[in-house]
């Protein structure tokens, strides 16, 4: 085997160990903003359960107004909420959020820091055409997630 063949292999498997290690036993709040006031960033120890997951905050206010909320009030933000999941990488996408079919290559797309796919280049467009808050609310509302089909990552067993 070639020597530098090998280095260059096992270079690239640390790197991609490392890299599913921290997806799945930390999560990265970078760019990601506060659920209640989008304009400020959200912090690690400002956070709310929200399905099987967390959601952040920016401030202890934020925080308990949303914890005193019913689940109705709730549920007004959940398409905010599912999307912070996905954007901090503790929900993976599994399929398109208009048709619920797989993911086709090349038809991801960045919405304010979270990636989502597309079955095809049609519901890519269709997307792209939308204003930012509407993608969120399109996307990441519950109807698209529950057919997103949108998974909790697990953490991988060492």
Avoid: R
Wanted: charged share 30%.
């Amino acid at each position: 085997m070639n020597p530098k063949f090998f280095v260059t292999s096992l270079a690239a498997m640390v790197m991609l160990s490392a890299s599913i290690g921290i997806a799945a036993s930390g999560v990265s709040l970078e760019g990601v903003k506060c659920l209640m006031v989008a304009k400020n960033d959200a912090k690690k120890e400002k956070a709310s359960k929200w399905k099987d997951g967390k959601v952040y905050f920016c401030c202890d206010n934020c925080l308990a107004k949303y914890e005193k909320m019913s689940k109705e009030e709730k549920e007004k933000h959940a398409a905010s909420a599912n999307h912070q999941l996905v954007a901090t990488k503790q929900y993976a996408q599994q399929a398109c959020p208009f048709s619920g079919k797989p993911v086709a290559d090349d038809t991801q797309i960045k919405v304010s820091g979270a990636e989502i796919g597309f079955c095809c280049t049609n519901c890519k467009g269709t997307a792209e055409k939308m204003k930012d808050d509407e993608k969120v609310e399109k996307l990441f509302g519950e109807k698209a997630f529950k057919m997103a089909k949108f998974e909790v990552v697990k953490e991988k067993a060492e």
